[in-house]
Antibody, heavy 119, light 107 residues
Framework: EVQLVESGGGLVLPGGSLRLSCPASGFIFSSQWMTWVRQAPGKGLEWVANINQDGSDKYYADSVRGRFTVSRDNAKNSLYLQMNSLRDEDTAMYYC????????????WGQGTLVTVSS | DIQMTQSPSSVSASVGGRVTISCRASQGIGTFLAWYQQKPGKAPKLLVY???VLQSGVPSRFSGSGSGTDFTLTISSLQPEDFAIYYCQQANSFPLTFGPGTKVDIK
């Protein structure tokens, strides 16, 4: 069974940093593109970042480029999102998911971890 | 960036009824479109990819169609477990973008 379990969310002050983790199991992690998607409370879905199989190719939403960094450790079957210079508008549930590079869909998704940026 | 719109923003329907949700891309995306279902407090679930391919395990009452800029998700006979928010997502180019969602609730 494929499992993605996000962790690392919490309450952080504006301007602060947080690192999200997403350990994966049930599939060959090193063969899969991965993605982060977020959802502000009561709002829709927003794609955040993608990373290819060996971490050499990354894509970011304009809203996070230069502040967020996606990375992975294939030896640990884990995906990460380093979030710096956090803003109020970064408050959201953050989901990790596998990304199909043959058609661009996300499946499956983790259960999400909540990041709250507030003073 | 490719903008995605959905209509209607919400729809009320009865169990057993038929629901059609439209999704439009601001430019052509071929068939690089996916549909997701999200229930309260849960992660989204993939229903359809490549515009019309049903994900394994998804009931056949769900179907997707379209290409280019106009797409449709149809639920042929609504079941109680189908009341949720539905999102489309374009996968033609980065940044990947979602539609704003369509809420399907009970009439």
């Amino acid at each position: 069974e494929v499992q993605l379990v996000e962790s690392g969310g919490g309450l952080v002050l504006p301007g602060g940093s947080l690192r999200l983790s997403c350990p994966a199991s049930g599939f060959i992690f090193s063969s899969q593109w991965m993605t982060w998607v977020r959802q502000a409370p009561g709002k829709g879905l927003e794609w955040v970042a993608n990373i290819n199989q060996d971490g050499s190719d990354k894509y970011y939403a304009d809203s996070v480029r230069g502040r967020f960094t996606v990375s992975r450790d294939n030896a640990k079957n884990s995906l990460y999102l380093q979030m710096n210079s956090l803003r109020d508008e970064d408050t959201a549930m953050y989901y990790c998911a596998t990304y199909s590079d043959s058609g661009g869909w996300f499946d499956p998704w983790g259960q999400g971890t909540l990041v709250t940026v507030s003073s | 960036d490719i903008q995605m719109t959905q209509s209607p923003s919400s729809v009320s329907a009865s169990v057993g009824g038929r629901v059609t949700i439209s999704c439009r891309a601001s430019q052509g995306i071929g068939t690089f479109l996916a549909w997701y279902q999200q229930k309260p407090g849960k992660a989204p679930k993939l229903l359809v990819y490549l515009a019309s391919v049903l994900q394994s395990g998804v009931p056949s009452r769900f179907s997707g169609s379209g290409s280019g800029t106009d797409f449709t998700l149809t639920i042929s006979s609504l079941q109680p477990e189908d009341f949720a928010i539905y999102y489309c997502q374009q996968a033609n180019s980065f940044p990947l973008t979602f539609g704003p969602g369509t809420k399907v609730d009970i009439k």
